[in-house]
């Protein structure tokens, strides 16, 4: 998202599931985004009643460092810092050092558990010209080497571009010892199997729910259950229950707004698939994004 809205502090929530509730990590959610705006506490309580215990909020762009450090700090959330391969076209050289010194000012912060979300899109049309790929390249490599200098994990956005995007995590780690989560992925077999040798966990969310996604639900089903995490990357792309096509925005159907409380039913979708109970996906995709982001295991536990 690139539009976002910096809310007003209110009361700092405190949810606790019901005991026989299954609990979730949402390790995607852009809650800062304009698509919330006043909501934003409202929508945290509804991820709470759901299941939903945790949400990752990353940032995108130098803008909006300070609207996720807020949200993370008054919902009981975490948040991750970096600049988008989208927001690139307006960032300046400057921007990373704008990044290095946030990470430096927060590095005592525990909410802060990530660089992120940072990555290479090579899908829009104008991210894939000769000179924006290189400028796109240049600000993922400082990012990177800025996680490795800060001993953060990284969230990454990997956009028809998971074989570049791994051998720039190579370049800048040769031993591969990277934490972190492939938002959103939707690559092969193999180019799973290289991110996860590199270190890094696979995020899944809403589109695997629809009947065409057909290579990203086989890799749903049959990576090692250890390789995946949950993830809405809400507001944006909406499981299918909630997805309108543009003829019927066009007459005026609604499009539904995804958020954190769509979870259970996305995990749900994937446990189908796989074969095995939803509780038991909870449980394990828990402890890969405790592993994946280790700073949330102290926010978990306290």
């Avoid at 698509?35 to 803008?63: I, K, Q, S, W, Y």
């Avoid at 077999?189 to 629809?210: M, N, P, S």
């Avoid at 990576?223 to 299918?240: F, N, Y």
Wanted: net charge neutral.
């Amino acid at each position: 998202m690139l539009i976002f809205f910096l809310v007003a502090p209110y009361h700092n929530l405190q949810f606790s599931a019901p005991p026989d509730m299954t609990n979730w990590i949402d390790t995607h959610c852009h809650l800062d985004a304009s698509d919330f705006g006043a909501d934003a506490p409202e929508v945290a309580t509804r991820a709470r009643a759901a299941g939903v215990m945790h949400c990752v909020l990353p940032a995108v762009c130098v803008n909006n460092f300070e609207a996720v450090r807020l949200l993370a700090h008054q919902s009981g959330y975490s948040y991750a810092l970096g600049i988008h391969p989208v927001s690139v076209p307006q960032a300046q050289d400057s921007d990373l050092k704008a990044l290095d010194r946030e990470l430096n000012l927060r590095q005592s912060d525990p909410r802060l558990v990530a660089v992120g979300e940072i990555g290479l899109d090579f899908f829009l049309p104008e991210l894939v010209q000769p000179a924006m790929r290189e400028r796109q390249t240049f600000f993922y490599r400082e990012q990177l080497k800025l996680a490795k200098t800060h001993g953060l994990p990284v969230i990454l956005h990997v956009r028809q571009s998971a074989d570049v995007i791994a051998k720039h995590l190579r370049d800048i780690a040769p031993s591969g010892d990277w934490t972190g989560i492939a938002h959103a992925f939707n690559g092969s077999f193999q180019q799973a199997e290289v991110l996860v040798k590199l270190g890094l966990k696979l995020g899944f969310g809403g589109a695997v729910t629809y009947d065409n996604a057909r290579q990203l639900q086989r890799l749903a089903a049959q990576l090692p259950l250890s390789a995946l995490v949950m993830e809405t990357d809400s507001p944006d792309i909406p499981p299918h229950w909630l997805y309108t096509t543009a003829a019927d925005r066009a007459r005026g159907v609604a499009q539904g707004r995804n958020q954190p409380a769509e979870l259970p039913r996305i995990a749900q979708h994937v446990a189908n698939l796989r074969g095995m109970p939803v509780d038991e996906l909870a449980q394990a995709t828990t402890a890969n994004a405790l592993q994946a982001l280790p700073r949330l295991k102290a926010l978990l536990t306290c």
